[in-house]
């Protein structure tokens, strides 16, 4: 079993929905929680911090950690063509550990 | 405030050559980051270094892989002899010590072993 899990979709959705993107995990240490954003041919791009528990907004975005279930969210409010991605959830137990990532979650939203 | 630099962008090789890959970090960064990504998979890292000194290579295949880090800035990454499995983008990144909210990746290295 992965220490991280994440749907590889693809999920398509119309432009203006909302998205919701997971991961589950299975180390319990771990607190430090990103998502990257990664275009087709380009490295990833931080999108979404967030340390231990609780709820994160930045704009369109929402990020969203349970620990007591070993899983994370990343929400997309009005979604547009140019959110067209791969997510990757990423984790580690402290700053000085490495990043697992999840395998991704190509999002396709459409005009 | 210039990202990550990575070069070659693409690189094509015959199986048994060698090929090295060059990395700038963001300036400032203490932290350095190769990583190996496969199609269709989230980036795994191959090594970490803290300044000079490589802290976690547990991950990179000692036989054909080597990295270096001088003097705490840029870095080379190298494979020989090269290996079809070895097709894969590799992925530079850098970041504050002990900062993960900071680190940022270079656009990678396509790599195609044939």
């Known amino acids: 079993q992965k220490e991280v899990e994440q749907d590889p979709g693809p999920l398509s959705v119309p432009e203006g929905a909302i998205v919701s993107l997971n991961c589950t995990y299975s180390n319990s240490a771990f607190q430090y929680f990103m998502w990257y954003r990664q275009y087709s041919r380009k490295g990833p791009e931080l999108l979404m911090y967030t340390y231990s528990s609780g709820n994160k907004e930045d704009g369109r975005f929402t990020a969203q950690v349970d620990k007591s279930s070993k899983y994370i969210s990343l929400f997309i409010r009005d979604s547009q063509p140019s959110d067209s991605a791969t997510y990757l959830c990423?984790?580690?137990?402290?700053?000085?550990?490495?990043?697992?990532f999840g395998t991704g979650t190509r999002l396709l939203v459409s005009p | 405030e210039a990202g990550v630099v990575q070069s070659p962008r693409y690189k094509i090789i015959e199986k048994k050559q060698p090929v090295a890959f060059w990395c700038n970090p963001i300036s400032g960064h203490n932290t350095l980051y190769w990583y190996l990504q496969n199609l269709g998979q989230g980036p795994e890292l191959l090594i970490r270094y803290e300044n000079e000194e490589a802290v976690d290579d547990s991950q990179l295949p000692k036989d054909r892989f080597s990295a270096e880090r001088l003097k705490g800035v840029d870095s080379t990454l190298k494979i020989q002899p090269a290996e079809l499995g070895d097709s894969a983008v590799y992925l530079c990144a850098s970041s504050l010590s002990g900062r993960p909210d900071t680190q940022y990746f270079g656009p990678g290295t396509r790599l195609t072993v044939l």
């Open positions: 990423a984790m580690s137990a402290t700053g000085f550990q490495k990043l697992v």
